[in-house]
């Protein structure tokens, strides 16, 4: 009975002519809810801003996605924008910023854009893994730090930065620490083929104004061995870097990690202004990515004389009909002997 009068009160009042003219003025068709596109309130465009009011800068520090860079001095945070999320931006980026750039407390910029590098060092997990992982960019020389002992200097992982640094295209610099402890001749002798610019260093002996030479006016990245002293060396020609030290495991001669991150110190100098790169300390340096060839090119000399070797030639010592054997049956250039001992243990190294 309730149902009935109920649909019948409904009929009269839609059939209404006053209460149907009265319901046309409260709605019509713009008082319709469209759902709006659950992403963006306006389509999405491939075309991107030109950015043309960004200011450059250099990355100096990387940290949990935050990017310190240096804009006039001035070191800013910054976040890096959607479209670069599958780039990666390292120490030694020139990069474009835009945004905040006071570097007030707080503050946070946005970086835009990366110019072109000119190097890039990497390093791979192994040799077999051809996925490379970039350390730093844009450094022209290769600082590798190693202890005359404690702990024991390698070979081999020296060799592998030097294949890294003639790969890039990076200069290489040799410094030995600790050499107030231990005599490092014996181990230099390995690399008395190469003309590699090296330094000794003690505790009380740090040759400062010969280091301060060598990287005024350059950009360079310092590599090294958990625990030779890569860290001490950056507070010592930065004061200010304030880079924490460890110290080395006397039961199994190891180093502790005691740098976490790469970050890069301005070294103003008598000699000009220069860029250094610290870099956490490493056991390991893949060479998965590197061609064999281009280290071959950082021997000019051998490079020449190799030119008449057998197609697919390896230059490695039991390679047959090598042309780079002849430099060993003639025995008169000991200079040159050592160069190809030192290449051929380049490669070895790599295989």
Known sequence: ??????????????????DESSLGEQ????????????KANKPRTKTRPDHADAVQGMVTGVDRGRYTVLINEISVTCSRA???????????????VVGDVTGSPGSLARIVRVEP?????????????????VIVANADQLLIVIAAANPEPRVRLVDRYLVAAFDAGITPLL???????????????????????????????????????????????????????KSTLVNVLVPDAKRATGHVN??????????????????????????????????????????????LGAFPDLQEIAQNCPRGCSHSADSPDCDLDSVLRDGTNPAQIGRLDSFRRLVISMS
């Open 1 to 18: 009975m309730v149902k009935a009068c109920g649909a019948k009160i409904l009929m009269s009042w839609w059939n209404s002519d006053s």
């Open 117 to 133: 590098r000119k190097t890039v060092l990497r390093r791979s997990a192994d040799d077999t893994d051809e996925v490379e992982r």
């Open 250 to 295: 006397e039961v199994t001669g190891r180093g502790r990690h005691t740098s976490s991150s790469s970050i890069c110190f301005k070294l103003d100098t008598p000699f000009g202004i220069g860029w250094i790169i610290d870099t956490p300390g490493v056991r390991s340096f893949g060479l998965g990515h590197v061609n064999t060839a281009n280290v």
């Open 175 to 229: 410094v030995v620490t600790k050499c107030d402890t231990h005599d490092p001749s014996e181990f230099l002798s390995n690399f008395s083929g190469l003309n590699i610019p090296i330094f000794r260093s003690g505790t009380d002996q740090v040759p400062i104004e010969d280091l301060q030479k060598a990287l005024a006016g350059h950009t360079t990245v310092a590599v090294g061995h958990s625990g030779v002293g």
């Open 82 to 96: 959607r479209e670069l999320s599958k780039n990666a931006i390292v120490v030694g980026d020139i990069v474009n």
């Open 27 to 38: 709605y019509d068709e713009s008082d319709i809810r469209i759902r709006p596109n659950p």
